[in-house]
C-alpha cells in the first residue's frame, strides 16, 4: 500500500468475493454498507478507490467483511451445508 498524506492511514484490509459485502462503521455511529461488486478494480499504480466520505475529524473504526450469500444459503438449507 502506498500511504501518503493524501489517502491516510489503512484501516483495515479484508479479502474478499463479488458475492460479498463490505461493512464501514465510523467513531460517530456511521455504518455504510456496500456490495463489492460495486467497487471499481483498479489497476496496481493506483491509490485505491474512496468507499466513504468522512467529516473532519471523523475517523473509520471498524472494516467488517459480510458474507451475505452464504448465510442465506445455509439458511435456505436448514443450517446444513447441502441439499436435501
Keep these: 500500500m502506498n500511504?501518503?498524506?493524501?489517502?491516510?492511514?489503512?484501516?483495515?484490509?479484508?479479502?474478499?468475493?463479488?458475492?460479498?459485502?463490505?461493512?464501514?462503521?465510523?467513531d460517530r455511529g456511521r455504518i455504510i454498507r456496500l456490495k463489492v461488486s460495486e467497487i471499481r478494480v483498479q489497476g496496481r499504480n493506483t491509490q485505491g478507490v474512496k468507499l466513504i466520505e468522512i467529516e473532519n475529524g471523523e475517523r473509520v473504526s471498524a472494516v467488517a467483511r459480510l458474507a451475505e450469500a452464504e448465510e442465506e444459503s445455509r439458511e435456505d438449507n436448514g443450517g446444513e451445508d447441502g441439499g436435501t
Excluded at 498524506?5 to 479479502?15: C, L, N
Design 3 to 26: 500511504v501518503t498524506e493524501r489517502t491516510g492511514p489503512v484501516v483495515g484490509i479484508k479479502q474478499v468475493t463479488d458475492a460479498d459485502q463490505m461493512m464501514l462503521i465510523t
